[in-house]
């Protein structure tokens, strides 16, 4: 497969994840944030054991294993994260912080590489935090939402998971290294669920659908797909694919629920995404000079 393929398969599966905000929400008021991953990834992570299991190809050795429980440990504090955070901000905030991950990248892989950062890195930053600032801060409260901070965080922390996962998937089996990944996520989910939450089944036929689609396409196929294209393509390629994350998820939060998008939220998320693609641009085109 050529490059564009797998950036193509890449916006597939950025579509999918832009459906989950508005399917995820109204769930996130009938069950708590654990208790929602749980269903979510040992769903998703047993389908794909079974799946391996049934094809033998479920070979694991210690540092696949390692590299696995690591990484999903990282998904599972940015899930908690973005969940709940989703749960006190609107559909549409949530996106626009959970796809600036992409401005947090150069930084992360300066602060662990040590390579120096250009003026670009520099003016794409602080654009990015205007934007994140009139989406925030200038909303219709007038106030810093919690839901939007703690979102916030998640996207810092998936940024360094998107570096580190680069490194790991491209020396194991993707089939193996999503799975481990995906039962840790749903492992530590499901004890936090009873330790800090009431387990919940009360939940309508439609909602169950919901969270089957959630766990089997969202995750289990989304996460393996992601893996897939991660073997052959660089951090910073994948970060700026991820800019059309909040494209999608408002225009599902606009079908779905009818939010209402504020100039504010219109103009930030403008800044966001002038800011993702700057590093990109062509030379002729970019007037920032390193």
Partial sequence: MKKIHYELLMLAVVALWGSSFALTKPLLSKMGVFNFLA???VIGGLLL?????????????????????????LIFITFYFHSLGLKYTSVANNAFIVGSS?????????????????????????????????????NSKSQINFGDIITLAGTVIYAFYTIIVQEHVRKFSVNVFVTIQLLTVGILSLIATFIFEKPTMDLAFNEWINILFLAVVITGVAYYLLSVVQKH?????????????????VLFSWVFYHEIISINMLIGGMLIFISMIMPYMPKKVNIIKD
């Fill in 233 to 249: 393509l660089e951090a910073a390629n994948v970060g700026l694919i991820f800019t059309f994350e909040p494209f999608f998820a």
């Fill in 49 to 73: 054991l079974l799946l391996l299991l049934a094809t033998k190809k479920f070979i694991v050795n210690k540092e696949v294993l390692k590299s696995g429980i690591t990484t999903g440990i």
């Fill in 39 to 41: 269903y979510r990834f």
């Fill in 102 to 138: 992409v401005v947090f990248i150069p930084i992360i892989q300066y602060l662990i590489f040590k390579k120096n950062s250009s003026s670009t890195v520099i003016i794409q930053t602080i654009t990015a935090i205007i934007g994140l600032a009139l989406i925030t801060l200038l």
